[in-house]
């Protein structure tokens, strides 16, 4: 504990002197002593507030308004209505407190406007702004959903069988015509650039990066041999 003490020039007996040091004391720790009990130490001005949240469910209920919808939270209503129900239960939304939470409707819209956005338009204040609620809740919102939808990886995330992979090569046959050897490669790497030595004669600006030299990418497709566990 760190106690500040008021030094004065010495006065009178060692009496007085003591007594002196003693005020001093009980002033100081009356002072700590309402800092720590004083959550906010300046006033504190209500924020005006204002939210754009009824617009969420006025697009939701007409197909009409379902781009104006898919433009603010980026998915559609159907998925929008379904994460909800995969969240809902998690324990991120349970407290124990007689204050409940925001409903997690209005945390997951919050959430998905942030990742839709970007610039100014997806900062802390200006989504606060924009929903009426402080920056702290955004911020609280946002890491729920995160949670409750990294918990859903094993549900939703998985190898594709050897049939499902058939479905796919099959589409890409007819729509690009992608044959021959390439069509049993499944899995595809970007790899680094290899630079080289100078601009090539033939078409030598397609090769520009945008590292400012020039270079082949080198992609690696790994085959699709390994069956089911690919």
């Not at 003490?5 to 009496?15: D, K, L, Q």
């Not at 406007?113 to 702290?136: K, W």
Request: hydrophobic share 40%.
């Amino acid at each position: 504990m760190i106690v500040r003490m008021i030094f004065t020039p010495p006065v009178g007996n060692i009496e007085e002197q003591a007594a002196l040091l003693v005020a001093n004391l009980l002033v100081d720790l009356k002072i700590l002593h309402a800092i720590r009990n004083t959550r906010y130490l300046l006033p504190r001005t209500p924020i005006p507030k204002h939210s754009n949240l009824h617009l969420v469910e006025e697009y939701s209920r007409d197909v009409l308004f379902q781009d104006r919808f898919e433009s603010m939270l980026r998915v559609s209503p159907y998925v929008y209505e379904v994460l909800i129900n995969l969240i809902s239960d998690h324990a991120v939304f349970q407290n124990q407190s007689h204050n409940r939470q925001t409903p997690v409707w209005i945390q997951l819209a919050i959430t998905l406007y942030r990742l839709g956005h970007y610039g100014n338009a997806a900062s802390v204040r200006d989504v606060s702004h924009n929903f009426g609620f402080s920056e702290g809740a955004v911020e609280s919102f946002t890491q729920r959903c995160f949670t409750t939808l990294e918990s859903l990886h094993n549900d939703v995330v998985r190898p594709l069988t050897r049939e499902e992979k058939e479905v796919e090569k099959e589409w890409i046959d007819a729509h690009v015509g992608f044959h021959g050897l390439w069509r049993e490669g499944w899995v595809m790497y970007d790899g680094t650039i290899v630079v080289l030595h100078e601009q090539p004669g033939f078409n030598g600006d397609a090769y520009f990066t945008r590292k400012s030299n020039y270079g082949l990418n080198v992609q690696v497709c790994g085959p699709d041999t390994v069956g089911d566990a690919c």
